[in-house]
């Protein structure tokens, strides 16, 4: 399963990115704006940071639109990933980006209906928002396991289950079971995955005992 980090912050994306785990990043309109910083200089500054794929989203709404700034996007860098929302200029707009060798991250999926179209529409990632549909008292694993499902009848589907909207480390447990291919997570969510008390408890129990023995393993 691909990692990647769910912000606009480079300095998350440096500090996340030195574990070594994180595989690509997404970001979003909100989290642009939450950056203060202007689209295209973080966009080219995440880029250079973490060779995966990294999402950038389209602020237009027509196909014309969508096309040219998909095609802006798509020179800032190699592994400029181009998200559009999922609507029928968005699909189009993937159809055409996609046939141009442009990786295409449809995002905003709520249906496993909308997760074939985007399929069929050439993406490279389908973005299903579990925790937005978690929000309104659905839920959201349901349909990562029906996408899931649907995807592996059609080995011709070449997209990737990217599971968005992450709220907590059991969303990325419960979309590993189902076989989701790729989450995106805020850094929080990321940070939570390393943590267990018992994990933290046994290691002073073991640092206690090895001061113990006075011994080094480098001078030894
Ligand atoms: C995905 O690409 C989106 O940026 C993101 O996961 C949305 O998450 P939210 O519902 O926490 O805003």
């Not at 046939?99 to 074939?116: D, H, K, P, R």
């Not at 189902?178 to 018992?198: D, E």
């Amino acid at each position: 399963m691909k990692f990647f980090i769910d912000t606009a912050d480079v300095a998350e994306i440096r500090d996340l990115a030195a574990t070594g785990l994180v595989d690509g990043v997404t970001t979003n309109p909100s989290l642009i704006a939450k950056s203060g910083r202007k689209f295209l200089d973080v966009v080219q500054e995440i880029c250079s940071i973490v060779p995966g794929p990294i999402s950038a989203e389209v602020a237009a709404t027509d196909y014309k639109t969508m096309l040219a700034e998909g095609h802006k996007l798509a020179k800032l860098a190699k592994n400029v990933t181009v998200k559009v929302p999922l609507t029928p200029d968005g699909l189009k707009t993937c159809k055409a980006l996609s046939s141009e060798g442009t990786m295409v991250n449809v995002t905003l999926c709520f249906s496993a209906a909308q997760a074939i179209l985007a399929a069929k529409a050439g993406a490279s990632f389908i973005s299903p928002f579990v925790g937005r549909l978690d929000d309104i008292g659905s839920d959201g694993m349901i349909l990562i396991r029906d996408i899931c499902a649907i995807y592996k009848q059609y080995p011709a589907f070449k997209t990737e289950v990217l599971v968005a909207s992450v709220r907590h480390p059991i969303h990325i447990v419960e979309s590993a079971k189902m076989g989701a291919h790729v989450a995106t997570m805020p850094p929080n969510v990321l940070r939570q995955m390393f943590q267990h008390p018992l994990t933290d408890k046994g290691l002073a129990a073991f640092l206690a005992d090895w001061k113990k023995t006075g011994q080094s393993i480098l001078e030894g």
